[in-house]
């Protein structure tokens, strides 16, 4: 299947700072990214929609200002973590749709996820 | 919210078919069932997908009702390796949106020697 990528897939960071996560789709085009976060024996509760060259829809509930997510790319999402603390703390998915032009039934790829610790 | 309803929890003796079923009586016409398998700490694995036909492909088998209120994953021959939490979505599109899959708690399979 299509490869997702993301990076770093681990990181610590201290309260305060901002930190970067970064989604590749490496071997298509993917006009739609996905970014969920999952916290220990949960399930994946979704953040934002991004769409490639225009701004993230975020759920509800989602602070829009601490969770900046940029689609600059065909094939490159980013979500910073703004101001951090340790309640960020969780995992970190995203997620690619595969086709261009074509959204009813195509397939949705999950990258490997990014684990982020605010110390 | 999610739209399917899943049994938290099945097990499965090895090299036997495991048949993990999920109810989505409120699915529309044009939205796709999804079925994803999680390993722990690990992102979601895809494995099918289907509208209204069965599939299968290489991993596993999609059965979907005529209804289509419920459907079943299955697993031909499964393995220690396939000890999972499995998560089935209905894939939701709203106006002006390329779908979204929101996850339910699926269901964790336990495969047993």
């Known amino acids: 299947g299509a490869v997702v990528s993301q990076h770093p897939s681990w990181v610590i960071c201290k309260s305060g700072t901002s930190v970067k996560i970064e989604c590749r789709s490496l071997d298509f085009q993917a006009t739609t990214m996905f970014w969920y976060r999952q916290f220990p024996k949960q399930s994946l509760m979704l953040m934002a929609t991004?769409?490639?060259?225009?701004?993230?829809?975020?759920e509800q509930g989602v602070e829009k200002d601490k969770f900046l997510i940029n689609h600059a790319s065909l094939t490159l999402s980013t979500l910073t973590v703004t101001s951090a603390h340790p309640e960020d703390s969780s995992f970190y998915i995203c997620s690619a749709s595969s086709a261009l032009g074509r959204t009813f039934g195509n397939t949705i790829y999950f990258g490997e996820g990014s684990w982020l610790t605010v110390v | 919210d999610a739209k399917t309803t899943q049994p938290p929890s099945m097990d499965c003796a090895e090299g036997r078919a495991a048949n993990l079923p999920c109810n989505h009586s409120?699915?529309?016409?044009?939205?796709?069932v999804y079925w994803y398998r999680q390993i722990h700490s690990q992102g979601p694995q895809y494995i099918i997908h289907?509208?209204?036909n069965n599939e299968t492909n290489e991993m596993a088998s999609l059965i979907i009702t005529e209804d289509r209120k419920s459907s079943t994953l299955i697993l031909p021959h499964a393995t220690l390796r396939d000890t999972a939490v499995y998560y089935c979505i209905v894939r939701v599109y709203g106006s002006g949106n390329t779908g979204k899959l929101i996850f339910g708690q699926g269901t964790t399979l336990q495969v047993k020697p």
């Open positions: 289907g509208l209204k």
């Open positions: 409120t699915i529309s016409g044009n939205e796709y």
């Open positions: 991004s769409n490639e060259g225009s701004k993230a829809t975020y």
